[in-house]
T-cell receptor, first 117, second 112 residues
Framework: GAVVSQHPSRVICKSGTSVKIECRSL??????MFWYRQFPKQSLMLMAT?????????EQGVEKDKFLINHASLTLSTLTVTSAHPEDSSFYIC?????????????FGEGSRLTVL | KQEVTQIPAALSVPEGENLVLNCSFT??????LQWFRQDPGKGLTSLLL?????REQTSGRLNASLDKSSGRSTLYIAASQPGDSATYLC???????????FGKGTTLSVSS
């Protein structure tokens, strides 16, 4: 299957700082990328959908000014958690799909665990 | 709005047992359905993808079925092993280009 790489896998930061998470599709062009958040013992909750070259579409209740998403190329999307606070501590996972993937399967990164002190 | 429900929330079985995990979804007009495995603290491993036009998919000891009209899917695991212990997530995609909507998962524990 197609490969999606996410970096960093773990990050610990102080409250008030900003953290950037990268999501790359390594062997296909990802026209659409999705960002999810998973709290402990909970399922994955969709945060936003980003299409290459367009502004991201955020789910209800997700602050677009806090979670900045950039999808400037067909292989890279970034999620920046601005002015992070302890309640932002979570597991963030990206997912990617592309027109070349005729099965419509979505592929997931390895996830990034954010801990805000 | 699509909602995905998985039953049971947790399941404990002895090694060697065959088992079924259930997934239901409220809107039957889906594009496809995927089953994933997630180990504690880890990302997702895709197990099976079923297109809306398909009835089932098989991979090794895993078999997933889809009954779109009734809004149900099952994941059958044959001859379970301790290494199968994980959380199994069902997710549906309503249309091409949209995100997967996840259920809360079934946490499986297989004892040796």
């Amino acid at each position: 299957g197609a490969v999606v790489s996410q970096h960093p896998s773990r990050v610990i930061c102080k409250s008030g700082t900003s953290v950037k998470i990268e999501c790359r599709s390594l062997d296909f062009q990802a026209t659409t990328m999705f960002w999810y958040r998973q709290f402990p013992k909970q399922s994955l909750m969709l945060m936003a959908t980003s299409n290459e070259g367009s502004k991201a579409t955020y789910e209800q209740g997700v602050e677009k000014d806090k979670f900045l998403i950039n999808h400037a190329s067909l292989t890279l999307s970034t999620l920046t958690v601005t002015s992070a606070h302890p309640e932002d501590s979570s597991f963030y996972i990206c997912s990617a799909g592309g027109h070349s993937l005729i099965t419509g399967e979505l592929f997931f990164g390895e996830g990034s665990r954010l801990t805000v002190l | 709005k699509q909602e995905v429900t998985q039953i049971p929330a947790a399941l404990s079985v002895p090694e060697g047992e065959n088992l079924v995990l259930n997934c239901s979804f409220t809107d039957s007009a889906i594009y496809n359905l995927q089953w994933f495995r997630q180990d504690p603290g880890k990302g997702l491993t895709s197990l099976l993808l079923i297109q809306s036009s398909q009835r089932e998919q098989t991979s090794g000891r895993l078999n997933a079925s889809l009954d779109k009209s009734s809004g149900r899917s099952t994941l059958y695991i044959a001859a379970s092993q301790p290494g199968d212990s994980a959380t199994y997530l069902c997710a549906v995609r309503n249309q091409a280009g949209t995100a997967l909507i996840f259920g809360k998962g079934t946490t499986l524990s297989v004892s040796s």
